[in-house]
Structures are given as structure tokens and as C-alpha cells.
């Protein structure tokens, strides 16, 4: 069966033609328009072999609008000459003529009209000739009939210029046909059915080619976000090397934890109300382990475990005051505490992965709360080479091999180290992490033994995924103002694999 | 971190060489220093205030070097030369001295009315000194680094500096009626009332800073010499009578404040960095400061304190093997001059007034292992042999999330901070009965509560994806805090999970079966009986009447699902039906 009605015309014209037609002339023929016409030819195109169809561009003559005016009514001069009467007829009232004003400059020069100056009652206007050809109307017809060629080119472009002819290209095509033609060709099948598969009618049908260049259609599906796919995947090398979760599920902590525990000074900025978030209710810590709280209160104030402590008046009432965490090490403080009141000592690998808080000024990279990774390892005798080779070890997790280290200064690490890896987008060193071996005046007091040493080192989880992904703003990333969009089209997160190239810009 | 500008070439100048910016660069990074920023004069003024205004500064090159927060001895040229030069083996140490003067020695007596507002203050006097345009310029800087760092913004210490030859002593620290107390202040031309200047100085860009440390005390803290003149009102202004110039020959210092400690670092560190400049190098003419107590006390301290370290605890605690006398060597290059005595493996380490960072054994490991080079130390992995647990509330919301997204809804990440108003208004809630916690400090309302619901965060995130194709099914699985007096803090995190659906019909079917099947992944089955599930219907401010479930599980109640009254839906900016879906997945545990 063909495809509609015109194809189908299209093909018995095509059989009984020999060589070809084209679509124009096939249009003219069936009175209807050109546009139907190709569009069977582009159905039957897409047939495959049925007809063969060469695009050809011809140039055509056509009337403006105006040209057919002229071709239908004459020339203005012509009208202009044809409504002057023997007697003549004033100036101002030939002007006032729909044709007046060009028709009577065309005429004037034509020499059909003069101008009488002298008249009683203003110029006046008479025929010089009886009767004259009207030149431009006949070779307006002569286009009309499809016989532009026979004018000049001359002629023509005097028309053109005239706005009365327009030369317009019009796209037709040379049918012809093909190798496979049939005038009764049967509809391509789009998809394999199963009544098709149960009859075996599938052997006998053409099948319409698919256009593999065209998208799918992606599945209907529900999406990770793309930080908290990062984070899964931090979690995954912790695991992987043997490093225990610690709980980080309270992001109300006493200030005792979260500063004093790590022998953070009460006078030290961090301590701020311009860096931390305090909480007006419940504005202070209900219970503290007071044994514990003794101790820390000596180190900082008179010092002892073979320290000089800071010599200050230390308050508990300032120890007290609840704060959102501004780091997971307080999870981590009371994590240490908890494994310095198990005896005899085991040694641990601790990791944490979540929120901290910080009142801070926001900007590209900076949000009010962030996701911190913190790994812990305690046991007897461990060294600052030993802190570098965890290190070493979890950086080759993340893809990252070039590492190198600069002393640094953290209140509760002594030696501090910042981790610096060579960033080959940026061209430079870029910080990476922060790391160190916990003061002895944080451990002690806690109990811990004293040949026991921890080293640990923490991360944003946000800046690797920003640096990794080439994301400017941490508001792109995280929040309710992220686009979905991002977080549908997001990719697996395999941190050791080679990115795709980063946008253009570069990671702040 | 600090940063202290320098000019290079004066920098190279008293280095004795020049560097390329890389080879200064690894210098400092070696050093535990950071090159922060190459810059100048003008490139400041143009990238702050436009070409213009820059027109005529100095294109002087100045290096900006991130100082660590605890080497004071490190916030200005003189101090950064010193140690690097130290560290570089091409000078030693310099031995800082306290001599008595000549003459009498300078007396400052404090009163018992400074006790509640300003109780502490030290003393010292720079005999000789030679300044010169650059040098006088690093002393006013590095009272100002000082000021903004140790002194906490002066709140802690406050350093006064006075050119003594205009001066008489003994001077009087104590503490008057602001209505009391008059004198010419710095940069001004005539006398005022303390109230009058507290006044003028709210509009001072600078100064305004410090005025709450005082502001609202019935006396302010006053230094008077022999005569009456007023030496400075701490810690706001010093009197300009006995202001210094770079003509100043002889410094009276004070440092007054709250914290004792810190005044007294704070007035080591000035003298031995400019005591440099002094006729007599590295000397300091001590001040006697007579207390409350009528006791005296002498300064500056200027204490060298010895700490005995052992070679191979240093060795163990780095992960290297030095020879004791190496590790001398390394820490003298630390400014901290080591010798090996007693066994042979014990290290005297001398600790120097400007190494004020040094209070435990770990610190001067630490020099060590920076003057090895952290980059020479051997990496090794421990063998601490653990095996390793999941949090199981963590492991259990990694399974969840997968699943979640399983069922096609996408996974949202919000704010835990947010504004009373999404808690409570917008959901009408009144905020008390959120049991919400508040934060004293918010910058901006984003941050005045800790969120007690997951679910506005989510209507927040439809709202900034309106144009999203629908539907939008979101789910989150995160913390919310409530207050709990039951806790050591008095608050606690719960894990929601919480889910939503938005299109223009309300689907609450597909909520109620996802529902369905978050029940089926944790195993709860239908029905009251042996820990089930079941919702009844229920109701609730946020949902649409008659279109509330409140949904029970293992014998408890954890959590609603319904439709969402259209108040909430137009106050959280949307336009479509939604239901949702919030429960605390901690008794699935």
C-alpha cells in the first residue's frame, strides 16, 4: 500500500514517465501545492530504494505584486495617458490620480504628454499622440505566461529595478526511478511486534532503518546526589582500610568537646562568636564528665604531663556554652575518651565523614556548614613517618600520587602537617588536607597510655569533589538552590579514575 | 593565619642574598611559612580601589608571607630574617639581655581600680635605639599583628609605645570616670573627654573595633606620668604628647590587658625583635611594675627555660635515626640552641623568650622533624592490625539511599541550619512547639535554628527547580536536632528520612507506596501485630484536612505521610499538589 494518497499518485505518473519528473511541474499538473508534492517524495524516500529523488534549484521569474497590478491594468503611464481626454486636463487634478505621480513622469518622458504652462487656470496637461503600445504591460505578460526568457536581460533588470519582477529560486525535485521501484510498494515496518514473531511475518517485511545517531530515552529513574556519592565513596576506602565509623550523630556539642577536650585555649579565635555558632537554647551543656573536666582545667591553666599549659584563668561556665560542632575531631575527642576508659588499651583506626559548622562569611567556596573527613589511628609507638604513609596510602585511594608536606600549626596537633598534592589542571600545589600528631595535654588528661600516640588527618569533603568535578561554586553543589538537572546528569564517582577534562574555567 | 608583608629587597637585603620567587617560595614552605601573594604597593591600592587612586603608590615588590598562628616571633621582617638565617646555619641565635639602666629605673604602679576592668600590666623601656623610615614602619606593624593576633584584637593586651624623653616617671596605671579623663589622643589637635572620644571614634574605621572592650565600663583605664600627662587610654588611643617618630631615641613600652601571660609574651617579643636597633643589641633596660598588692615585679622576663628532651624519643616520635648530636644541631637551627649531655643521649634544649610556642616536649619534636625536612622522613605503614565496623544508623541510611533512588526519587541535599520561619511559620507550627534549637550568633536568618524536619528543605529545593519537568520526587535521608534534656547537651540528632512527590495531582498513592516498600526493604510487614506497621489517619497543620496518616511501626509512632495543606504549599513558593513523607528511621535499627 502507499504511502497516501499523493505518493501513490506520484508513483503511476513516475511508471508511465519516462526517465523522470519533476515535483514542480507533477504539482502544477495535480493542482495542488509544491509542498504536498515533496512531501511524498520525502515518505517515499525514506522507503529505501523505491524512487531515486535529485534536489535541483531553478531560477524563476515572478511578478510582484505590483507587476501583476501593472500586467492586469497597464502601465501608470499608460493609465495616465489614457485619462487625459483631448481637451486636456489640469495638472494638479492628473497629480491627484492613483497613478498621477509616476505615471506622469514615465509618460512625459515617453513623449506621449506635454505640459501647456500658459493655461488660464495653472499648467495644464494634453496628449502629444493619439495613441501609443503599452511596452511594460506586454513584457509583464509575457513573464506571467512563463516566457520570461524572451525578454532581455536588459529589459528585465529595468523591471527588476522597477519592483515589478523578483527572480526567486525554488527547490524541486528530479524523481526518478529507483532501484527497488514498485507503484505497489507496502509500508516499512517501524518495530518488530510479537503477532509478527508468532505468525513469522517478520521474514517478509522491510524494516525501517533506525537512526542511530539520534539520543535514547533515558530510563525513568532516581538519582544519587553527586557530594553524598563522594562521600559513599570515602566511606568505601576507610573501610577498605580497616578503619571503624565513628558516630557523629550530634551536631550539638559542648564547647568542652569540641575545644577544650583538644587543649584549644578559651581565648582562641576559633572560640569567637564571629567564627562559631553558639546556641541560645539549650544555651549550655547539661552534663559534663567532671573528673575528666578537672584535668583538662589543670593542663590548660597550670599545665602538667609535661607541659607548661597555657597559664590563663580557665572557666568551666565558657566549657559549658553549646555550640553547633565547628569540626568532627570533638567527635573524635569523645571517641578517644571513650577507648582511654576501656583497659587494657586496643589500639583503633577511626574514621568520620559529616557535617561541621562555621559562622563564617560566605562566599564561592565557603558555606556555613560543610562535610569534614577525619581519620584517627591510636596505638603505641606510632611516628610522623608513620602518619605520612597512612596518608600516602589513602591519597593513592583518591587518585592522588604526588604528595608533599608542610609543617603547619593546629592548637591539638604537635607536629602539624598540611598535605599539599601537585593539582596537573591547575599547574600547581594545591592543600589538601591538614594532619598531625595529637598533643600529648589532649591525651593524657583522657587517660590514654602514655607511649600511646595518635596521628590523624582530616579533609573537606566538598573541596576534592569541587576540584574533581571543576565546580566553582559550592552553591552549584550543595543546598536546596541546587539545579536537579545537576544531580540527574551527575556521573559514578570513582575517585581514582581519571576526570573528564575540566569546563574551561578553573577550580577556585 | 597571620600574614606579614615585607619588602623583598629589603627582605633579600638582610638575608644577605636573593632568591628567585620558586627558590624563596621552597624556602618557605621548607620552613613551615607560605608565600602567599607577590604584590605591591599599587597593585593593592588598583585591585581594591582602580587604577586611578593607584596612580601614584609605591611599586616597591612586597612578598605577603602566612605566618603560623603561634610564632609571634615571626610577624615582622626582623623576626623572619632571624629565623631563617638561624635555619640556614649563616648566623646564631642572638642572646636577648635585661640590663638595670644607669640611672633610676623606670616605675609603673598600678592601681587597685584597674582590678575589674584591665588588671594587668607589664613594662620595658628601648634604650638608644636607632630607627630608620623602614624600621620605624615594622615597629608600628608589628604591634598592630601582635595587637590582632595574641592580643585578640587588644581585648586581651593592648601595647602602648611612647618616646620617654618627653615623659617623667613613675607612671600611674589606673582607672577613672571617663568624664574624668582628658587629653590630646593621637592625630588629633586639641583635648577631649574619654566620653567625647569614645564618640568621635565610632565613625573611625579603625578604632571603632576596640571600643567594646571598655565602652560600657563605669571606669576607663588610664597611664599618667609624673606630670599628669595622659601616656594612653588602653586600649583604645595612646595621648599625643609622647608620641614616637623615627627621631625617637628612647621607647617607653607598656602592654596592659586581662591575660598576664600573654601581656608579658607580648612585650618579649617587641623588645627582642627592636632591641636589634639598640646602641647595645639585644639589651633591654627592665621596668619595675609595682602591683596593687604593693608587690613589684621586673620587666621584661626575657626567660630562657631549659628543657631536657631524649634523643631517641625525638627519633621514635618522628620515625627517624639521628644521632643526639644531629638532632642538637637540627633544633639549634630552630632557634632553640641543643647540646648533648649526661648519657649521651639526653638534649638540653634552651627555650628562648620569643619561643613562646614551645610549653611541651611534642613542640620541640616537632622543630626537629621541620629541620630534617618532613619530606626526608621515611614513610611507613603502621601495623596496628584492626578490622572495621560500620556506624550502623550510617550503614543502614547507605543501604536506604541506594533504594530510594531504586524507587525513582532523587536525592536531595539541604541545609541542617535554617530560618524559624521554614520550621515553623511556613509549616504552622508555632516555633515552641518545634522544640528547636537556637543559635544566639545568626549572621542572617538562614541560621537561626537547627532543623527539626528534613521536609522544608526539600519544598525548598522543588521551589529553586520549578522549571523541572514534573513530576519531582525527592527523598532525603539526614539529620534533624531536637532538643532533649535527657542528653549531655541537651539536644539530639534524629535520622528522617523524609520524601516528597510534586505534580499536579497530589499522588499521595505513590507516597503511600513508597511507603510500602521502605517497609518491605527494612522488613516490617503489614499490619499491628509482632512489630508491623500501620497508618491511621491523623492530622496535622502542614497537610491538607482529612489527608493525614500518622504512620506506626515496631509498636511506636514514627512519622506522618499526607497531603500538603496549600497554605504550605504557597509559602513555600509552589504552585502544584504534593504529598510527603517523613519518618525516624532510628527504630529500624
Known amino acids: 500500500m502507499a504511502d497516501g494518497p499523493v505518493a501513490e499518485l506520484l508513483l503511476r505518473r513516475l511508471e508511465a514517465s519516462d526517465g523522470g519528473l519533476d515535483s514542480a511541474e507533477l504539482a502544477a499538473e495535480l493542482g495542488m501545492e509544491h509542498q504536498a508534492v515533496v512531501g511524498a517524495v520525502k515518505s517515499l524516500q525514506a522507503l529505501g530504494e523505491v524512487i531515486e529523488a535529485e534536489l535541483r534549484s531553478t531560477k524563476r521569474w515572478e511578478l510582484t505584486a505590483e507587476g501583476e497590478e501593472i500586467a492586469r491594468e497597464g502601465s501608470h503611464e499608460a493609465r495616465v495617458f489614457r485619462s487625459i481626454p483631448p481637451e486636456g486636463l489640469a495638472q494638479s487634478e492628473l497629480m491627484r490620480l492613483p497613478s498621477g505621480k509616476v505615471g506622469f513622469s514615465k509618460a512625459m518622458s515617453n513623449k506621449w504628454i506635454r505640459v501647456d504652462k500658459s493655461a488660464a487656470d495653472g499648467p495644464r496637461v494634453f496628449r502629444v499622440v493619439d495613441s501609443m503600445e503599452d511596452e511594460v504591460q506586454r513584457r509583464l505578460q509575457l513573464v506571467r505566461g512563463g516566457q520570461a526568457e524572451k525578454l532581455g536581460e536588459k529589459e528585465r533588470s529595468e523591471l527588476r529595478k522597477r519592483k515589478l519582477l523578483a527572480e526567486v529560486i525554488l527547490k524541486t525535485y528530479w524523481v526518478s526511478k529507483g532501484s527497488a521501484f514498485s507503484t505497489s510498494i507496502s509500508k516499512q515496518e517501524t518495530e518488530l511486534s510479537p503477532e509478527m514473531i508468532s505468525s513469522g511475518s517478520w521474514r517478509d517485511r522491510p524494516f525501517k532503518p533506525y537512526n542511530f545517531l539520534a539520543h535514547g530515552v533515558l530510563p525513568d529513574s532516581g538519582h544519587l546526589h553527586p557530594l553524598l556519592k563522594v562521600r559513599s565513596q570515602f566511606r568505601q576506602i576507610f573501610l577498605e582500610m580497616g578503619f571503624t565509623e565513628m558516630p557523629t550523630d550530634n551536631f550539638i556539642e559542648s564547647s568542652f568537646w569540641n575545644f577544650d577536650a583538644l587543649f584549644q585555649p578559651q581565648q582562641h579565635p576559633a572560640r569567637d562568636q564571629h567564627d562559631t555558632f553558639f546556641l541560645r537554647d539549650p544555651a549550655e551543656a547539661l552534663q559534663l564528665p567532671m573528673d575528666y573536666v578537672q584535668r583538662v582545667k589543670r593542663t590548660h591553666s597550670q599545665g602538667g604531663y609535661g607541659s607548661q599549659g597555657y597559664k590563663y584563668n580557665w572557666k568551666l561556665d565558657e566549657a559549658r556554652k553549646n555550640l553547633l560542632r565547628t569540626h568532627t575531631t570533638s567527635a573524635s575527642a569523645r571517641a578517644l575518651y571513650r577507648l582511654a576508659q576501656k583497659k587494657p588499651f586496643t589500639p583503633v583506626k577511626y574514621f568520620s565523614i559529616d557535617r561541621v559548622f562555621r559562622n563564617e562569611t560566605l562566599d564561592a567556596t565557603h558555606l556555613a556548614e560543610f562535610h569534614q573527613i577525619e581519620g584517627v589511628v591510636a596505638d603505641h609507638g606510632l611516628t610522623l613517618g608513620h602518619l605520612m604513609g597512612v596518608l600516602r596510602e589513602f591519597f593513592t585511594k583518591l587518585g592522588i600520587t604526588q604528595l608533599r608536606f608542610k609543617p603547619a600549626y593546629n592548637p591539638y596537633t604537635e607536629p602539624s602537617m598540611e598535605v599539599f598534592s601537585y593539582h596537573q589542571g591547575l599547574k600547581k600545589w594545591v592543600e589538601v588536607g591538614n594532619s598531625g600528631v595529637f598533643r600529648p595535654e589532649m591525651l593524657l588528661p583522657m587517660g590514654l597510655p602514655e607511649n600511646v600516640s595518635v596521628i590523624a588527618w582530616g579533609l573537606s569533603l566538598e573541596r576534592p569533589t569541587m576540584i574533581k568535578y571543576g565546580i566553582n561554586n559550592i552553591r552549584e553543589l550543595v543546598g536546596h538552590k541546587v539545579n536537579l538537572q545537576m544531580v540527574y546528569d551527575s556521573p559514578l564517582c570513582r575517585l581514582d579514575a581519571e576526570p573528564r577534562p575540566p569546563p574551561t574555567q578553573e577550580a577556585a | 593565619m597571620p600574614t606579614v608583608s615585607v619588602k623583598r629587597d629589603l627582605l633579600f637585603q638582610a638575608l644577605g642574598r636573593t632568591y628567585t620567587d620558586e627558590e624563596f617560595d621552597e624556602l618557605c614552605f621548607e620552613f613551615g611559612l607560605e608565600l602567599d601573594e607577590i604584590t605591591s604597593e599599587k597593585e593593592i591600592i588598583s585591585k581594591e580601589q582602580g587604577n586611578v587612586k593607584a596612580a601614584g603608590a609605591s611599586d616597591v615588590v612586597l612578598y605577603k608571607i602566612d605566618v603560623p598562628a603561634n610564632r609571634y616571633d615571626l610577624l615582622c621582617l626582623e623576626g623572619l630574617v632571624r629565623g631563617l638565617q638561624v635555619f640556614k646555619e649563616r648566623i646564631k641565635a642572638p642572646v636577648y639581655k635585661r640590663v638595670m639602666p644607669d640611672g633610676k629605673i623606670q616605675k609603673l604602679i598600678i592601681t587597685e581600680e584597674t582590678a575589674k576592668i584591665r588588671p594587668f600590666a607589664v613594662a620595658a623601656v628601648l634604650r638608644n635605639i636607632k630607627f630608620t623610615k623602614d624600621r620605624y614602619d615594622s615597629f608600628i606593624e608589628l604591634q598592630e599583628k601582635l595587637h590582632q593576633n595574641i592580643c585578640r584584637k587588644r581585648a586581651l593586651v593592648a601595647i602602648g609605645t611612647h618616646d620617654l624623653d618627653t615623659l617623667s616617671g613613675p607612671f600611674t596605671y589606673t582607672a577613672k570616670r571617663?568624664?574624668?579623663?582628658?587629653?590630646?589622643?593621637?592625630?588629633?589637635?586639641?583635648?577631649?573627654?574619654?566620653?567625647?572620644?569614645?564618640?568621635?571614634?565610632?565613625?573611625?574605621?579603625?578604632?571603632?573595633?576596640?571600643?567594646?572592650?571598655?565602652?560600657?565600663?563605669?571606669?576607663?583605664?588610664?597611664?599618667?606620668?609624673?606630670?599628669?600627662?595622659?601616656?594612653?587610654?588602653?586600649?583604645?588611643?595612646?595621648?599625643?604628647?609622647?608620641?614616637?617618630?623615627?627621631?625617637?631615641?628612647?621607647?617607653?613600652?607598656?602592654?596592659?590587658?586581662?591575660?598576664?601571660?600573654?601581656?608579658?609574651?607580648?612585650?618579649?617579643?617587641?623588645?627582642?625583635?627592636?632591641?636589634?636597633y639598640c646602641e647595645n643589641q639585644f639589651t633591654v633596660e627592665a621596668a619595675e611594675v609595682v602591683f596593687p598588692n604593693g608587690k613589684s615585679h621586673t620587666f621584661p622576663e626575657l626567660a630562657y627555660r631549659k628543657e631536657m628532651v631524649r634523643a631517641d624519643l625525638i627519633n621514635k616520635k618522628v620515625g627517624i635515626r639521628e644521632t643526639p648530636e644531629n638532632l642538637a644541631k637540627l633544633l639549634t637551627r630552630m632557634y632553640l640552641k641543643s647540646e648533648v649531655i649526661g648519657d649521651g643521649n639526653q638534649i638540653e634544649i634552651e627555650i628562648p623568650p620569643t619561643r613562646a610556642d614551645i610549653i611541651h616536649a611534642c613542640d620541640i619534636v616537632e622543630d626537629a622533624a621541620i629541620a630534617y625536612g618532613y619530606n626526608n622522613i621515611q614513610m611507613t605503614l603502621p601495623k596496628t592490625y584492626t578490622i572495621a565496623n560500620q556506624f550502623p544508623l550510617n550503614k543502614l541510611t547507605e543501604l536506604l539511599r541506594h533504594d530510594m533512588a531504586a524507587a525513582g526519587f532523587t536525592e536531595a541535599l539541604t541545609f541542617a541550619l535554617c530560618s524559624q520561619e521554614d520550621i515553623a511559620d511556613k509549616l504552622g507550627v508555632d516555633i515552641s512547639a518545634t522544640k528547636a534549637v537556637h543559635i544566639s550568633n545568626p549572621k542572617t536568618a538562614e541560621f537561626q535554628v537547627a532543623r527539626t524536619t528534613l521536609l522544608p528543605g526539600l519544598l525548598k529545593t522543588i521551589a529553586a527547580n520549578r522549571k523541572m519537568p514534573l513530576p519531582l520526587k525527592l527523598f532525603e535521608i539526614s539529620d534533624i536536632v531536637i532538643k532533649d534534656s535527657n542528653t549531655d547537651v541537651g539536644a539530639k540528632n534524629y535520622r528522617h528520612l523524609c520524601a516528597v512527590y510534586y505534580n499536579k495531582n497530589p499522588g499521595f498513592e505513590i507516597i503511600h507506596g513508597l511507603l510500602d516498600r521502605i517497609m518491605q526493604l527494612l522488613d516490617v510487614l503489614p499490619g499491628e501485630d509482632k512489630g508491623g506497621y500501620v497508618i491511621k489517619a491523623s492530622e496535622g497543620p502542614a497537610f491538607f484536612p482529612g489527608r493525614c496518616a500518622e504512620i506506626f511501626a515496631r509498636g511506636q509512632s514514627v512519622g506522618k505521610l499526607g497531603v500538603l495543606h496549600p497554605d504550605v504549599i504557597t509559602k513555600f513558593e509552589l504552585t502544584m499538589p504534593c504529598s510527603s513523607l517523613e519518618i525516624n528511621i532510628g527504630p529500624f535499627l
Open chain 2, 178 to 276: 571617663p568624664s574624668d579623663i582628658k587629653f590630646k589622643p593621637l592625630n588629633k589637635t586639641k583635648e577631649y573627654t574619654a566620653c567625647e572620644l569614645m564618640n568621635i571614634y565610632k565613625t573611625d574605621n579603625h578604632l571603632k573595633h576596640y571600643l567594646h572592650i571598655i565602652e560600657n565600663k563605669p571606669l576607663y583605664p588610664v597611664i599618667y606620668d609624673s606630670n599628669g600627662v595622659v601616656l594612653s587610654m588602653p586600649p583604645i588611643i595612646n595621648g599625643d604628647h609622647s608620641r614616637i617618630t623615627v627621631n625617637t631615641r628612647n621607647i617607653f613600652i607598656e602592654c596592659t590587658g586581662t591575660d598576664f601571660t600573654k601581656a608579658k609574651i607580648v612585650l618579649d617579643i617587641i623588645v627582642t625583635m627592636f632591641s636589634e
